[in-house]
Protein backbone atom coordinates (compact mmCIF):
# COMPACT_ATOMS: atom_id res chain seq x y z
CA UNK A 1 0.00 0.00 0.00
CA UNK A 2 1.19 4.01 -1.11
CA UNK A 3 2.40 5.47 1.69
CA UNK A 4 -0.29 7.79 3.86
CA UNK A 5 0.44 11.41 3.68
CA UNK A 6 -1.50 13.83 5.63
CA UNK A 7 -1.74 17.38 6.04
CA UNK A 8 -3.00 20.24 8.37
CA UNK A 9 -3.66 23.55 6.99
CA UNK A 10 -4.36 26.38 8.67
CA UNK A 11 -4.93 29.97 7.74
CA UNK A 12 -3.15 32.75 9.87
CA UNK A 13 -6.13 34.55 10.44
CA UNK A 14 -6.66 34.02 13.80
CA UNK A 15 -5.11 32.09 16.65
CA UNK A 16 -5.05 28.06 16.52
CA UNK A 17 -8.78 27.04 17.54
CA UNK A 18 -8.92 23.83 19.46
CA UNK A 19 -11.01 22.49 17.19
CA UNK A 20 -8.46 23.19 14.66
CA UNK A 21 -5.97 21.52 17.13
CA UNK A 22 -8.06 18.98 17.00
CA UNK A 23 -7.73 18.01 13.49
CA UNK A 24 -4.43 18.52 13.48
CA UNK A 25 -3.60 16.32 16.24
CA UNK A 26 -6.49 13.19 14.26
CA UNK A 27 -3.69 13.89 11.47
CA UNK A 28 -0.72 13.69 12.68
CA UNK A 29 -2.13 10.75 14.72
CA UNK A 30 -3.05 8.77 11.34
CA UNK A 31 0.04 9.48 9.99
CA UNK A 32 1.83 8.05 13.21
CA UNK A 33 -0.29 5.45 13.58
CA UNK A 34 0.36 4.22 10.26
CA UNK A 35 3.72 4.77 9.59
CA UNK A 36 3.07 7.86 6.88
CA UNK A 37 3.99 11.13 6.96
CA UNK A 38 2.55 14.21 8.13
CA UNK A 39 2.63 17.73 6.54
CA UNK A 40 1.73 21.10 7.60
CA UNK A 41 0.95 23.95 4.97
CA UNK A 42 0.10 27.20 5.53
CA UNK A 43 -3.17 28.92 3.80
CA UNK A 44 -2.57 32.31 3.07
CA UNK A 45 -3.13 33.72 -0.21
CA UNK A 46 -5.60 36.13 1.14
CA UNK A 47 -3.51 39.42 1.56
CA UNK A 48 -6.17 41.16 3.85
CA UNK A 49 -6.86 38.76 6.46
CA UNK A 50 -3.47 36.92 6.75
CA UNK A 51 -0.87 37.91 9.18
CA UNK A 52 2.61 36.42 9.20
CA UNK A 53 2.87 36.74 12.57
CA UNK A 54 -0.17 34.48 13.35
CA UNK A 55 1.19 31.77 11.36
CA UNK A 56 4.24 31.68 13.51
CA UNK A 57 2.10 31.67 16.21
CA UNK A 58 -0.02 28.61 14.77
CA UNK A 59 3.53 26.79 14.51
CA UNK A 60 4.65 27.78 18.11
CA UNK A 61 1.25 26.60 19.14
CA UNK A 62 1.58 22.96 17.70
CA UNK A 63 5.12 22.75 18.46
CA UNK A 64 3.70 23.06 21.98
CA UNK A 65 1.66 20.43 21.67
CA UNK A 66 4.51 18.29 20.25
CA UNK A 67 3.11 18.45 16.55
CA UNK A 68 5.42 19.65 13.60
CA UNK A 69 5.63 18.07 10.11
CA UNK A 70 7.71 15.85 8.89
CA UNK A 71 8.71 18.29 5.68
CA UNK A 72 9.09 21.66 5.61
CA UNK A 73 6.02 23.54 5.91
CA UNK A 74 4.50 24.99 2.77
CA UNK A 75 3.42 28.43 2.34
CA UNK A 76 0.52 28.86 -0.28
CA UNK A 77 1.70 32.75 -1.00
CA UNK A 78 4.95 31.05 -2.65
CA UNK A 79 2.94 29.28 -5.19
CA UNK A 80 0.82 31.83 -6.72
CA UNK A 81 2.12 30.78 -10.14
CA UNK A 82 1.39 27.60 -9.82
CA UNK A 83 -1.57 28.21 -9.20
CA UNK A 84 -2.59 30.54 -12.14
CA UNK A 85 -0.23 27.78 -14.33
CA UNK A 86 -3.22 25.05 -13.55
CA UNK A 87 -6.08 27.51 -14.20
CA UNK A 88 -4.23 27.88 -17.72
CA UNK A 89 -4.85 24.43 -17.97
CA UNK A 90 -8.10 24.21 -17.20
CA UNK A 91 -9.06 26.77 -19.18
CA UNK A 92 -7.16 25.13 -22.00
CA UNK A 93 -8.96 22.07 -21.78
CA UNK A 94 -12.23 23.06 -21.51
CA UNK A 95 -12.93 22.73 -18.25
CA UNK A 96 -12.71 26.53 -16.72
CA UNK A 97 -13.65 29.78 -18.85
CA UNK A 98 -12.96 33.72 -18.84
CA UNK A 99 -15.41 34.94 -17.01
CA UNK A 100 -16.60 38.22 -17.71
CA UNK A 101 -19.41 39.12 -15.73
CA UNK A 102 -19.57 41.95 -13.39
CA UNK A 103 -20.69 41.60 -9.79
CA UNK A 104 -23.16 44.12 -10.96
CA UNK A 105 -24.62 41.60 -13.07
CA UNK A 106 -23.97 38.92 -10.67
CA UNK A 107 -25.97 41.15 -8.23
CA UNK A 108 -28.53 41.66 -10.66
CA UNK A 109 -28.91 37.67 -11.49
CA UNK A 110 -28.97 36.48 -7.68
CA UNK A 111 -32.00 39.40 -7.34
CA UNK A 112 -34.25 37.92 -10.40
CA UNK A 113 -33.21 34.12 -8.91
CA UNK A 114 -34.68 35.33 -5.31
CA UNK A 115 -37.90 36.68 -7.41
CA UNK A 116 -38.15 33.19 -8.92
CA UNK A 117 -38.67 32.25 -5.05
CA UNK A 118 -35.58 29.59 -6.18
CA UNK A 119 -34.17 28.04 -3.22
CA UNK A 120 -30.46 29.43 -3.88
CA UNK A 121 -28.78 31.55 -6.12
CA UNK A 122 -26.41 28.89 -8.48
CA UNK A 123 -24.37 30.96 -11.23
CA UNK A 124 -24.09 29.45 -14.45
CA UNK A 125 -22.79 31.20 -18.11
CA UNK A 126 -22.98 29.73 -21.20
CA UNK A 127 -19.47 28.29 -21.69
CA UNK A 128 -19.68 28.36 -25.59
CA UNK A 129 -20.50 31.52 -25.71
CA UNK A 130 -17.94 32.68 -22.61
CA UNK A 131 -15.23 30.86 -24.78
CA UNK A 132 -15.97 32.94 -28.05
CA UNK A 133 -16.05 36.43 -26.18
CA UNK A 134 -13.28 35.95 -24.76
CA UNK A 135 -10.60 37.08 -26.99
CA UNK A 136 -12.21 40.17 -27.77
CA UNK A 137 -12.68 40.95 -24.48
CA UNK A 138 -9.17 40.00 -23.55
CA UNK A 139 -8.02 42.04 -26.23
CA UNK A 140 -9.70 44.93 -24.79
CA UNK A 141 -8.17 44.11 -21.25
CA UNK A 142 -11.57 43.77 -19.54
CA UNK A 143 -11.09 42.66 -15.78
CA UNK A 144 -12.46 38.54 -15.59
CA UNK A 145 -12.02 35.48 -13.31
CA UNK A 146 -11.30 32.66 -14.64
CA UNK A 147 -14.06 29.99 -13.44
CA UNK A 148 -14.81 26.27 -13.52
CA UNK A 149 -17.42 24.80 -16.04
CA UNK A 150 -19.44 22.65 -13.42
CA UNK A 151 -20.82 18.83 -14.92
CA UNK A 152 -24.34 18.24 -14.51
CA UNK A 153 -23.24 15.17 -13.23
CA UNK A 154 -23.66 13.90 -9.86
CA UNK A 155 -20.61 13.81 -7.78
CA UNK A 156 -20.08 11.65 -4.73
CA UNK A 157 -17.14 10.07 -2.47
CA UNK A 158 -17.22 7.60 0.60
CA UNK A 159 -16.45 9.47 3.07
CA UNK A 160 -14.16 8.28 5.87
CA UNK A 161 -16.41 9.35 8.47
CA UNK A 162 -19.99 9.55 7.40
CA UNK A 163 -19.81 6.94 4.59
CA UNK A 164 -21.27 7.47 1.33
CA UNK A 165 -22.02 11.09 0.60
CA UNK A 166 -23.51 12.41 -2.68
CA UNK A 167 -24.23 16.07 -4.37
CA UNK A 168 -26.35 16.43 -7.50
CA UNK A 169 -24.44 18.07 -10.21
CA UNK A 170 -27.56 20.95 -10.51
CA UNK A 171 -26.67 21.53 -7.35
CA UNK A 172 -22.62 22.80 -7.79
CA UNK A 173 -23.10 26.20 -9.40
CA UNK A 174 -19.72 27.25 -11.66
CA UNK A 175 -17.55 28.28 -9.35
CA UNK A 176 -14.34 31.02 -9.48
CA UNK A 177 -10.46 29.54 -9.42
CA UNK A 178 -8.85 32.83 -9.97
CA UNK A 179 -10.52 36.40 -9.12
CA UNK A 180 -10.07 39.20 -11.45
CA UNK A 181 -6.96 40.32 -9.81
CA UNK A 182 -5.58 37.05 -10.29
CA UNK A 183 -5.80 35.68 -6.51
CA UNK A 184 -6.84 31.98 -6.32
CA UNK A 185 -9.29 30.64 -4.86
CA UNK A 186 -9.30 28.02 -2.02
CA UNK A 187 -10.72 25.40 -4.28
CA UNK A 188 -8.31 26.11 -6.56
CA UNK A 189 -5.11 26.41 -3.99
CA UNK A 190 -5.58 23.46 -2.00
CA UNK A 191 -6.52 20.87 -4.62
CA UNK A 192 -2.81 22.13 -6.35
CA UNK A 193 -1.35 22.14 -3.15
CA UNK A 194 -2.60 18.50 -1.94
CA UNK A 195 -1.87 17.12 -5.46
CA UNK A 196 1.99 18.13 -5.12
CA UNK A 197 2.04 17.69 -1.53
CA UNK A 198 1.20 14.10 -2.38
CA UNK A 199 -1.12 13.84 -0.02
CA UNK A 200 -3.71 10.46 -0.22
CA UNK A 201 -6.02 11.33 3.03
CA UNK A 202 -7.99 14.95 3.69
CA UNK A 203 -9.55 14.71 7.27
CA UNK A 204 -10.54 18.27 8.08
CA UNK A 205 -14.02 19.54 9.93
CA UNK A 206 -17.72 19.22 8.52
CA UNK A 207 -17.59 22.55 7.52
CA UNK A 208 -15.95 21.68 4.63
CA UNK A 209 -18.17 18.74 3.19
CA UNK A 210 -19.56 21.34 0.82
CA UNK A 211 -16.14 21.97 -0.81
CA UNK A 212 -15.39 18.45 -1.44
CA UNK A 213 -17.30 17.89 -4.57
CA UNK A 214 -16.11 21.03 -6.02
CA UNK A 215 -13.02 19.97 -5.42
CA UNK A 216 -13.22 16.46 -6.49
CA UNK A 217 -14.70 18.18 -9.89
CA UNK A 218 -11.03 19.74 -10.22
CA UNK A 219 -9.39 16.48 -9.48
CA UNK A 220 -10.95 14.82 -12.45
CA UNK A 221 -10.79 17.78 -15.21
CA UNK A 222 -6.96 17.41 -14.03
CA UNK A 223 -7.12 13.78 -13.80
CA UNK A 224 -5.19 13.45 -10.76
CA UNK A 225 -6.51 11.23 -8.52
CA UNK A 226 -8.28 12.74 -5.68
CA UNK A 227 -7.33 11.90 -2.10
CA UNK A 228 -9.44 10.27 0.26
CA UNK A 229 -11.77 12.32 2.46
CA UNK A 230 -13.09 12.08 5.92
CA UNK A 231 -15.16 15.23 7.67
CA UNK A 232 -14.75 14.92 11.59
CA UNK A 233 -17.99 16.72 12.92
CA UNK A 234 -17.60 20.29 14.45
CA UNK A 235 -16.56 20.37 18.63
CA UNK A 236 -19.86 22.02 20.11
CA UNK A 237 -20.16 24.20 23.46
CA UNK A 238 -21.76 23.58 26.57
CA UNK A 239 -25.30 24.90 24.57
CA UNK A 240 -24.83 22.45 21.92
CA UNK A 241 -24.28 24.70 19.65
CA UNK A 242 -21.18 25.71 17.51
CA UNK A 243 -18.28 25.97 19.75
CA UNK A 244 -17.56 29.89 19.62
CA UNK A 245 -15.84 32.63 21.75
CA UNK A 246 -19.29 33.20 23.81
CA UNK A 247 -19.34 29.52 25.09
CA UNK A 248 -16.20 29.49 26.51
CA UNK A 249 -14.28 28.37 23.25
CA UNK A 250 -10.24 30.02 23.64
CA UNK A 251 -7.09 29.15 21.51
CA UNK A 252 -4.85 26.63 22.32
CA UNK A 253 -2.65 29.54 23.62
CA UNK A 254 -4.83 30.36 26.03
CA UNK A 255 -4.97 26.93 27.81
CA UNK A 256 -1.34 26.95 27.96
CA UNK A 257 -1.22 30.13 29.63
CA UNK A 258 -3.73 28.76 32.13
CA UNK A 259 -1.34 26.18 32.83
CA UNK A 260 -2.38 22.85 31.16
CA UNK A 261 -0.26 20.73 30.21
CA UNK A 262 0.55 19.57 26.71
CA UNK A 263 -0.32 16.32 26.81
CA UNK A 264 -3.25 17.01 28.77
CA UNK A 265 -4.90 18.80 26.00
CA UNK A 266 -3.56 16.26 23.57
CA UNK A 267 -5.00 13.36 24.98
CA UNK A 268 -8.58 15.74 25.60
CA UNK A 269 -8.61 16.78 22.13
CA UNK A 270 -8.06 13.24 20.60
CA UNK A 271 -10.63 11.50 22.95
CA UNK A 272 -13.35 15.08 21.95
CA UNK A 273 -14.97 12.58 18.61
CA UNK A 274 -12.66 9.84 19.00
CA UNK A 275 -12.95 6.37 20.88
CA UNK A 276 -9.92 3.39 20.82
CA UNK A 277 -12.89 0.56 20.97
CA UNK A 278 -13.55 -1.22 23.77
CA UNK A 279 -12.81 -0.38 27.45
CA UNK A 280 -13.92 2.99 29.11
CA UNK A 281 -9.75 4.27 29.42
CA UNK A 282 -9.40 7.76 29.28
CA UNK A 283 -5.66 9.01 29.95
CA UNK A 284 -3.59 8.21 27.55
CA UNK A 285 0.20 9.67 26.38
CA UNK A 286 0.86 11.01 23.23
CA UNK A 287 3.18 7.64 22.31
CA UNK A 288 0.27 5.46 23.97
CA UNK A 289 -2.26 7.38 20.93
CA UNK A 290 0.51 7.12 18.33
CA UNK A 291 0.01 2.93 18.50
CA UNK A 292 -4.01 2.67 18.84
CA UNK A 293 -5.48 5.83 16.59
CA UNK A 294 -7.53 4.36 13.82
CA UNK A 295 -9.46 6.74 11.69
CA UNK A 296 -12.44 4.12 12.29
CA UNK A 297 -12.76 5.06 15.91
CA UNK A 298 -13.41 9.12 14.64
CA UNK A 299 -17.41 9.18 16.03
CA UNK A 300 -19.94 10.56 13.42
CA UNK A 301 -21.78 12.57 15.81
CA UNK A 302 -20.53 16.21 17.46
CA UNK A 303 -18.25 16.06 21.12
CA UNK A 304 -19.24 18.55 23.48
CA UNK A 305 -16.34 20.59 24.79
CA UNK A 306 -16.32 19.96 28.79
CA UNK A 307 -13.91 22.05 30.89
CA UNK A 308 -14.31 20.56 33.87
CA UNK A 309 -13.47 17.26 32.62
CA UNK A 310 -10.45 18.76 31.08
CA UNK A 311 -9.13 20.30 34.06
CA UNK A 312 -9.47 16.33 35.74
CA UNK A 313 -7.72 15.25 32.89
CA UNK A 314 -4.70 17.84 33.68
CA UNK A 315 -5.07 16.62 37.33
CA UNK A 316 -4.24 13.16 36.34
CA UNK A 317 -1.52 13.97 33.91
CA UNK A 318 0.07 16.09 36.56
CA UNK A 319 0.34 13.22 38.49
CA UNK A 320 1.98 11.59 35.84
CA UNK A 321 5.27 13.58 36.28
CA UNK A 322 8.21 12.97 38.14
CA UNK A 323 8.76 15.47 41.37
CA UNK A 324 11.31 17.59 39.56
CA UNK A 325 8.59 17.97 36.71
CA UNK A 326 6.06 19.08 38.95
CA UNK A 327 8.06 21.50 40.48
CA UNK A 328 9.31 23.03 37.42
CA UNK A 329 5.55 23.44 36.06
CA UNK A 330 4.27 24.68 39.53
CA UNK A 331 7.47 27.55 39.39
CA UNK A 332 6.34 27.96 35.31
CA UNK A 333 3.13 28.96 36.67
CA UNK A 334 3.34 30.69 40.15
CA UNK A 335 2.62 34.13 38.76
CA UNK A 336 3.48 36.95 41.21
CA UNK A 337 2.86 34.45 44.25
CA UNK A 338 6.37 35.19 46.67
CA UNK A 339 7.06 30.80 46.82
CA UNK A 340 10.52 29.29 46.67
CA UNK A 341 11.24 25.59 44.91
CA UNK A 342 11.91 24.33 48.27
CA UNK A 343 8.67 25.42 49.69
CA UNK A 344 6.67 24.04 46.79
CA UNK A 345 8.30 21.02 47.31
CA UNK A 346 7.46 20.52 51.14
CA UNK A 347 4.04 21.33 49.33
CA UNK A 348 3.91 18.53 46.81
CA UNK A 349 3.06 15.69 48.36
CA UNK A 350 0.56 16.97 50.26
CA UNK A 351 -1.39 18.61 47.21
CA UNK A 352 -0.68 16.29 44.90
CA UNK A 353 -3.63 14.29 45.06
CA UNK A 354 -5.70 17.43 44.92
CA UNK A 355 -4.57 19.32 41.94
CA UNK A 356 -5.53 19.92 38.41
CA UNK A 357 -4.15 23.16 37.64
CA UNK A 358 -1.60 26.05 39.01
CA UNK A 359 -4.85 27.73 40.55
CA UNK A 360 -5.93 25.30 42.36
CA UNK A 361 -2.81 25.99 44.96
CA UNK A 362 -1.77 29.48 44.18
CA UNK A 363 -5.39 31.15 44.21
CA UNK A 364 -7.33 28.37 45.65
CA UNK A 365 -4.80 27.77 48.69
CA UNK A 366 -3.05 31.34 48.57
CA UNK A 367 -2.67 30.80 52.59
CA UNK A 368 -0.02 28.90 51.64
CA UNK A 369 2.02 31.84 50.76
CA UNK A 370 0.08 34.93 52.24
CA UNK A 371 -1.65 35.75 55.37
CA UNK A 372 -5.84 35.26 54.82
CA UNK A 373 -6.99 38.96 54.49
CA UNK A 374 -10.61 37.77 55.33
CA UNK A 375 -12.36 34.69 56.62
CA UNK A 376 -15.21 32.95 55.18
CA UNK A 377 -18.41 34.33 56.54
CA UNK A 378 -20.43 31.19 57.59
CA UNK A 379 -17.08 29.82 59.05
CA UNK A 380 -17.02 32.76 61.39
CA UNK A 381 -20.53 32.72 62.18
CA UNK A 382 -20.06 29.21 63.29
CA UNK A 383 -16.64 29.45 64.58
CA UNK A 384 -16.16 32.81 65.54
CA UNK A 385 -18.60 33.41 67.90
CA UNK A 386 -18.46 31.26 70.90
CA UNK A 387 -16.85 34.05 73.58
CA UNK A 388 -15.63 30.81 75.66
CA UNK A 389 -13.63 28.70 72.71
CA UNK A 390 -12.35 31.19 71.55
CA UNK A 391 -10.80 32.29 75.29
CA UNK A 392 -9.79 28.06 74.94
CA UNK A 393 -8.41 29.42 71.54
CA UNK A 394 -6.19 32.05 73.04
CA UNK A 395 -4.65 29.91 75.94
CA UNK A 396 -4.14 27.20 73.29
CA UNK A 397 -2.01 29.88 70.97
CA UNK A 398 -0.06 30.91 74.22
CA UNK A 399 0.30 27.46 75.35
CA UNK A 400 1.31 26.32 71.39
CA UNK A 401 4.38 29.27 71.83
CA UNK A 402 5.77 26.64 74.03
CA UNK A 403 5.43 23.21 72.32
CA UNK A 404 8.96 22.02 71.38
CA UNK A 405 8.76 19.92 68.09
CA UNK A 406 6.85 21.33 65.71
CA UNK A 407 5.42 18.49 63.61
CA UNK A 408 2.44 16.59 62.52
CA UNK A 409 2.34 14.10 64.68
CA UNK A 410 3.61 16.23 67.87
CA UNK A 411 1.26 18.82 67.19
CA UNK A 412 -1.85 16.81 66.78
CA UNK A 413 -0.78 14.52 70.32
CA UNK A 414 -0.18 17.89 72.33
CA UNK A 415 -3.37 19.36 70.97
CA UNK A 416 -5.80 16.39 71.52
CA UNK A 417 -3.90 16.00 75.25
CA UNK A 418 -4.71 19.65 75.86
CA UNK A 419 -8.07 19.56 75.14
CA UNK A 420 -8.93 16.37 76.99
CA UNK A 421 -7.50 17.65 79.89
CA UNK A 422 -10.08 20.24 79.72
CA UNK A 423 -12.94 18.14 79.10
CA UNK A 424 -12.82 19.81 75.39
CA UNK A 425 -13.90 17.71 72.34
CA UNK A 426 -10.58 18.70 69.86
CA UNK A 427 -13.22 19.47 67.21
CA UNK A 428 -14.30 22.59 69.15
CA UNK A 429 -10.64 24.30 68.82
CA UNK A 430 -9.55 22.69 65.03
CA UNK A 431 -12.17 24.40 63.45
CA UNK A 432 -11.70 28.00 64.21
CA UNK A 433 -7.67 27.05 64.03
CA UNK A 434 -7.74 25.72 60.48
CA UNK A 435 -10.65 29.29 60.13
CA UNK A 436 -7.80 31.41 61.29
CA UNK A 437 -4.44 29.82 59.60
CA UNK A 438 -6.31 29.88 56.00
CA UNK A 439 -9.57 31.95 56.28
CA UNK A 440 -11.64 28.92 54.80
CA UNK A 441 -13.44 25.79 56.09
CA UNK A 442 -11.89 23.34 54.48
CA UNK A 443 -8.12 22.49 53.93
CA UNK A 444 -5.82 19.39 53.94
CA UNK A 445 -4.45 18.24 56.79
CA UNK A 446 -4.31 20.46 59.69
CA UNK A 447 -1.12 19.68 61.23
CA UNK A 448 0.83 19.17 58.08
CA UNK A 449 -0.05 22.48 57.31
CA UNK A 450 0.61 24.12 60.62
CA UNK A 451 4.19 22.43 60.06
CA UNK A 452 4.62 23.71 56.57
CA UNK A 453 3.11 27.50 57.31
CA UNK A 454 5.91 27.34 60.60
CA UNK A 455 5.50 28.44 64.10
CA UNK A 456 5.92 32.06 63.69
CA UNK A 457 3.33 32.25 61.13
CA UNK A 458 0.83 29.91 62.70
CA UNK A 459 1.08 32.19 65.76
CA UNK A 460 0.51 35.24 63.88
CA UNK A 461 -2.14 34.18 61.83
CA UNK A 462 -4.20 32.52 65.58
CA UNK A 463 -3.58 36.36 67.45
CA UNK A 464 -4.56 37.99 64.29
CA UNK A 465 -7.83 35.82 64.13
CA UNK A 466 -8.33 36.58 67.72
CA UNK A 467 -8.02 40.61 66.90
CA UNK A 468 -10.28 40.38 64.44
CA UNK A 469 -13.35 38.18 66.80
CA UNK A 470 -12.33 40.82 69.50
CA UNK A 471 -11.59 38.42 71.97
CA UNK A 472 -9.48 39.90 75.19
Not at 349 to 366: C, I, Q, Y
Not at 397 to 403: A, I, M, N, Q
Not at 437 to 450: D, R
Request: hydrophobic share 40%; net charge negative.
Amino acid sequence: MAEIRVRFAPSPTGYLHVGGARTAIFNFLFARASGGTFLLRIEDTDPVRSRGELAQIILDSLRWLGIESDEPVVYQSDRHDRFRQVARELVECGAAYQDFTTPEEIETLRRESQARRESSFRFHADPVKARADAPARLARGEPHAIRFSAPPEDVEWNDLVHGPIKFEGSQIEDFVLLRSDGTPTYHLSVVCDDHDMGVTHVLRGDDHVSNTPKQILIYRAMNWPPPEFGHVPLILGPDKQRLSKRTGATSVGEFKERGFLPPALFNFLTLLGWSPGAGDREIFTVEELKKVFAVSGIQAKSAVFDVAKLEWMNGEHLRMLDDEQALDYLMEHRGEVPVDRERLRRLWPMMKPRLRLPRDLFVDHAYFFSDPREYDPAGAVKHFADANILQRLREYTDDLSRVDTFEPQPLEAHLRAWCETRELSAGKLIHPIRLALTGKIVSPSLFELMVILGRETVLRRLHAALKFTGSP
